[in-house]
């Protein structure tokens, strides 16, 4: 088994990270986009979640491991909505180049991307995921604590085909056991 770390996405990762969501875009369900984003669009939107103070990060194999420089995948989190009562809720994105799906990446980086959440004052996360036929995505979210709270059926139209959004939550930290002492440390 490979020795998976985590770190923030810095701008050098963009072209890894753009290359990654490309073949998602192109080929998966797990998203609705259906025209891969440039490099530059996706620095956009690194640059827009680390200017809120939320997580976006990448894995790559240790020191010790071949290229150890190579993005093995990234996930971020982003506000689940911008009105201020969403505040503590969060939105889970992941993607794993396709060389390196079902190895433990999409378990080190979410596990990873929860507990920063946490440590900001996040209480809750959520998942979208795209065509509830998207296994591995649901499978890796359930492994998680993540809970089935429902399904938008057939919602997206990609592939010529209806897809659906299967939605799943879980709780962080505190969760709704107390009322927040202040705003998250990121901001909304």
């Known amino acids: 088994e ?3 770390i985590t770190r923030h996405a810095t701008d050098s990762c963009v072209d890894s990270i753009q290359k990654i969501y490309a073949h998602h875009v192109i080929h998966g369900t797990g998203t609705f986009e259906e025209e891969p984003p440039s490099s530059s669009e996706m620095l956009r939107r690194l640059q827009d979640v680390r200017s809120k103070g939320l997580p976006f990060l990448v ?12 993005v093995l995948g990234f996930a971020y989190a982003s506000f689940h909505h911008t009105r201020s009562a969403w ?11 396709p060389n390196h799906v079902r190895k433990g990446v999409g378990k080190v980086l979410l596990s990873a991307l929860i507990s920063q959440c946490e440590a900001l004052g996040i209480r809750q996360m959520l998942s979208r995921i795209g065509d509830s036929a998207n296994e591995g995505s649901i499978g890796l979210h359930a492994a998680l604590g993540f809970a089935h709270i429902g399904t938008l ?20 930290g505190d969760s709704a056991t107390t009322s927040p002492v202040s705003a998250p440390a990121a901001a909304h």
């Open 153 to 172: 059926p057939a919602v997206g139209w990609k592939f010529d085909r209806w897809l659906d959004v299967v939605i799943m939550q879980r709780p962080i």
């Open 59 to 70: 894995a790559h194999r240790g020191a010790d491991g071949e290229n150890p420089d190579e």
């Open 2 to 4: 490979m020795n998976i």
């Open 87 to 97: 505040r503590f809720t969060v939105e889970d994105s992941i993607y794993i180049d």
